[in-house]
């Protein structure tokens, strides 16, 4: 079975539309078809200034809303990164394998810093991107692990019968992920085959959701304003109005257009990705009756999704010791494969262990 590992940031009381279409649906199927670890990365979520209780309720409502959404702790792994000390530690290897230049390249430190402004830039937010290849490498399978014949391939492998590393995320990540196989091939090359290269798993159509206010930015987290967002957990009267009041633009046909059209395009790729519909059939659907009634249908589309998500993650959060017993689970789990992996690394850059 191919592997998989993704991870989201505890950054905001709840996920957003861009992080349920660009990444979440794809970890619910993904559990079934793959070995799947998924982890609420709250390392990377102190980068950015932090408040140690908003942290831990954050983690803890990220968790929930995981498991609100279908993952299933016994199917997938579904585990806190900061409860499995091996990511820190393989990020310290790669760090020192990594280009100072190399790193400065990375277009999501510059966007972050400069809307932070240098004096409140961390180190740790430029060094984010290696955190993240340490998490996906921990998940590696060994090279000659699993390797049987696979006739034609799978998932558009080539037929070599590899192991598959699988990391479904968003097109903003491309970059970060692009760094991972750098970095995967520069310690195989020098401390011998150790690291499975990982493959983007980006769904089509659904890979950039944008802000509802400022259709050329990404709805994120952190960066976007209140009404910019569409929260998974947010009630249903303020859903419907931000949908009702998403920048669009003078005209009043609903089609596909990049450049012109930015908001309704946005609206469409969300429309089409939750309900099934094909972007060209929702054009001929709404041919001529303007946004009013397009943005009403979608919606309601967002609410049949969004709802039952949100009345089974209030209901998980009044359950605080089932949480934490998916949460010892999970870091067990998942430091069973991690602690192997350092071992691994560790061996290999010549480090002595403790005897
Ligand atoms: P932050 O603003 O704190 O960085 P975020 O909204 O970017 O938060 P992350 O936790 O960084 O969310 O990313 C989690 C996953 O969601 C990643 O796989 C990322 O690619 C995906 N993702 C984030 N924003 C979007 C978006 N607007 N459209 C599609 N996918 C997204
Ligand atoms: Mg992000």
């Known amino acids: 079975v191919p592997r998989v590992l993704s991870g989201i940031q505890p950054t905001a009381d709840s996920f957003h539309l861009g992080n349920y279409l660009g990444a979440l649906r794809q970890w619910v199927s993904m559990q079934d078809t ?40 016994d199917r997938a792994t579904v585990f806190v990164q900061s409860s499995v000390p091996e990511h820190a530690e393989l990020a310290w290897v790669l760090s020192c394998l990594t280009g100072f230049g190399e790193a400065g390249r990375m277009t999501q430190f510059k966007d972050k810093s400069s809307k932070q402004g240098t004096s409140g830039t961390t180190v740790g937010l430029f060094t984010y991107p290696i955190l993240q290849a340490a998490d996906i490498l921990l998940y590696s399978p060994e090279p000659g692990e699993g390797a049987r014949a696979v006739p034609g391939g799978v998932g558009g492998r080539p037929p070599t019968g ?15 992920l692009e760094l991972t196989r750098t970095l995967a091939q520069r310690f195989n090359h020098r401390f011998g085959e150790t690291f499975v290269l990982p493959e983007a798993h980006i769904p089509p159509g659904a890979a950039k959701i944008t802000d509802l206010q400022e259709p050329d930015a990404k709805m994120s987290k952190s960066a976007s304003s ?23 633009d003078t005209g009043s046909e609903v089609v596909y ?54 009345e089974r993650t209030l209901k998980l959060l009044d359950d605080e010791a089932r949480l934490d017993r998916v949460l010892a689970h999970g870091a067990g789990r998942a430091s069973r494969v991690a602690s192997r992996t350092m071992d691994a690394v560790r061996d290999r850059v010549g480090f002595v262990g403790r005897g």
Do not use: W
């Not at 998924?38 to 140690?52: F, G, K, N, R, S």
């Not at 590899?162 to 970060?176: I, M, T, Y």
């Open 34 to 73: 793959h070995d799947a670890y998924y982890c609420v990365v709250d390392l990377h979520a102190i980068t950015v200034e932090h408040d140690p209780a908003t942290l831990r309720r954050r983690t803890k409502v990220a968790v929930a809303q995981l498991l609100a959404m279908g993952l299933d702790p």
């Open 226 to 248: 209140p009404q910019g967002i569409i929260d998974v957990l947010e009630e249903p009267g303020p859903m419907r109005k931000k949908i009702m009041r998403a920048v669009t």
């Open 257 to 310: 257009d990049e450049e012109k059209k930015a908001g309704v395009t946005n609206l469409l790729r969300i429309y089409s990705a939750l309900d099934g519909t094909t972007i060209p059939d929702l054009e001929r659907r709404y041919a001529g009756s303007g946004y009013g009634q397009f943005k009403k249908d979608l919606a309601q589309i967002v609410l049949d999704t969004f709802t039952p998500i949100r």
């Open 162 to 176: 590899g192991p598959a590393l699988r990391v479904p995320v968003g097109e903003d990540q491309r970059q970060h």
